[in-house]
């Protein structure tokens, strides 16, 4: 059986080969998107700056722009003949001796060559006494240098140079940066289309009634939903398929023509009623089935291609929720990143802290453990981890309760009170 670490390099491997053979970017579909709407997409062309930045000497304080040739020696004084705000520069001509009142992000005037704080001059003394309808004289209080508190045009970024890569994942620091460049509309990589189906008798669609005890909601497409929220695809939902061989069937060759993945969530375990398998060795293959973990030990990485160009990748998940979160967390959702067209670099990854047990915890080695636990800091500042209560897959209850998971090594045993464990705090903590 195939460790956790294995099935991730796995299906990372296979990835690379769909990306650079299979289809590669440079063949991908590629979507114009609204600016604030490319929020976690990734970018499909490099993008380069279309002006220096800043676009003219800029003030980095508020105080006086002074006359190139001007003496700035302390005790000095200077004429100040105007004024140069944001966005309503000073338009007239100085001569050595002359200054403007200036503030932060003001344009220097052409020509000045240096910014005096107002600190580093007697305004504080004669503010009150100030018209600025006229000419009025400020003196230097300590030496000034050539240059000071200037914001020289392109020193931040020059006009054309390369500012953010094909592959990036477009954040609100990207958004504030395209933004500054006028930008109103970014290329980016289409998302992926990815096909969700739930299997099993059982299962009712939220929001209908149940009509026998032996029914249950299907809450594993809601929570894949939401889980794949962030990510750049697009879900297409087939709902509820029967335990049903040929309905099935149907269900993914149907998926197959509009995915780029599938995932379901049951039927992939070994019951008289699970056709998950069947239909998928049948229609292509099955690349790993069983990954040596606790919850989700019948994992399913696989391929349909039956009569496809492009092979549509296959996750299969067991039925009970918490199988579906851990499995979508270790392994699908990095998948999909990686298919999306992001660079590596870029993939998210998830944050992992060392914490200390505050209650005994039972474990068989052979699997690796994935139990849901509930963290926090002590006044010390270090993190404490205690298991949210019984541990069986099935209990939603502590799933909601929890904000980590406790990462347990396959080969690890029962552990302690004041041991040290891994823990993965939940994205959405």
Request: hydrophobic share 40%.
């Given at each position: ?215 249950i909601y299907n809450s594993n497409t809601p929570t894949l939903k ?79 291609t039956e009569g496809l160009e492009v092979p549509v990748l296959y ?41 200390s047990l505050a209650n005994d915890v039972r474990k068989s080695p ?64």
């Amino acid at each position: 059986m195939i460790t956790v670490a294995e099935l991730q390099a796995a299906i990372t491997e296979r990835i690379t080969a769909y990306n650079n053979q299979d289809l590669p970017f440079a063949k991908r579909a590629t979507e114009t998107r609204e600016l604030l709407a490319s929020h976690n997409h990734i970018l499909a062309a490099d993008l380069v700056s279309p002006f220096d930045v800043p676009r003219q000497n800029l003030s980095a304080m508020d105080g006086y722009g002074i006359a190139k040739g001007s003496t700035l020696d302390q005790g000095t004084s200077i004429d100040i003949v105007g004024e140069s705000q944001a966005g309503s520069p000073f338009s007239g001509k100085l001569q050595p001796g002359q200054g403007v009142r200036i503030f932060t992000g003001a344009v220097v005037p052409s020509d000045c060559d240096t910014v005096v704080m107002q600190e580093n001059t007697n305004f504080a003394d004669i503010k009150d006494s100030i018209d600025k309808s006229q000419t009025y004289a400020i003196e230097l209080t300590q030496a000034a240098k050539v240059d000071s508190n200037i914001r020289k045009q392109g020193e931040e970024i020059e006009e054309g140079e390369g500012v953010l890569e094909a592959g990036k994942r477009l954040n609100p620091a990207d958004i504030s940066l395209l933004a500054n460049f006028g930008v109103a509309k970014v290329e980016v990589y289409k998302p992926l289309t990815v096909g969700i189906l739930a299997t099993g008798d059982e299962l009712v669609a939220v929001g209908e009634p149940l009509q026998t005890l032996a029914q249950i909601y299907n809450s594993n497409t809601p929570t894949l939903k939401s889980m794949f929220a962030h990510l750049p695809v697009v879900i297409q939902d087939y709902g509820i398929i029967p335990d049903h061989l040929e309905m099935t069937k149907k269900a993914v060759c149907s998926a197959m023509q509009e995915c780029d993945v599938l995932i379901s969530t049951a039927g992939v375990s070994v019951g008289d009623y699970d056709f998950l398998t069947t239909v998928i060795e049948e229609l292509g293959q099955i690349n790993h089935y069983k990954v040596a973990m606790k919850p989700g030990k019948p994992f399913v990485f696989g391929e349909l291609t039956e009569g496809l160009e492009v092979p549509v990748l296959y996750f299969g998940l067991p039925g009970n929720p918490l199988s579906s979160v851990v499995g979508s967390l270790q392994f699908i959702i990095p998948a999909l990143w990686r298919l999306s067209g992001i660079n590596e670099t870029d993939i998210p990854k998830p944050l992992t802290l060392t914490a200390s047990l505050a209650n005994d915890v039972r474990k068989s080695p052979g699997r690796a453990d994935f139990q849901r636990g509930i963290f926090s800091q002590n006044a010390a500042g270090e993190y404490v981890v205690s298991t949210a209560g019984k541990q069986d897959s099935h209990r939603i209850k502590q799933l909601s309760l929890a904000n980590c998971l406790i990462v347990l090594p396959k080969d690890s045993g029962s552990l302690v009170a004041g041991d040290k464990v891994t823990i993965q705090p939940f994205p959405w903590y």
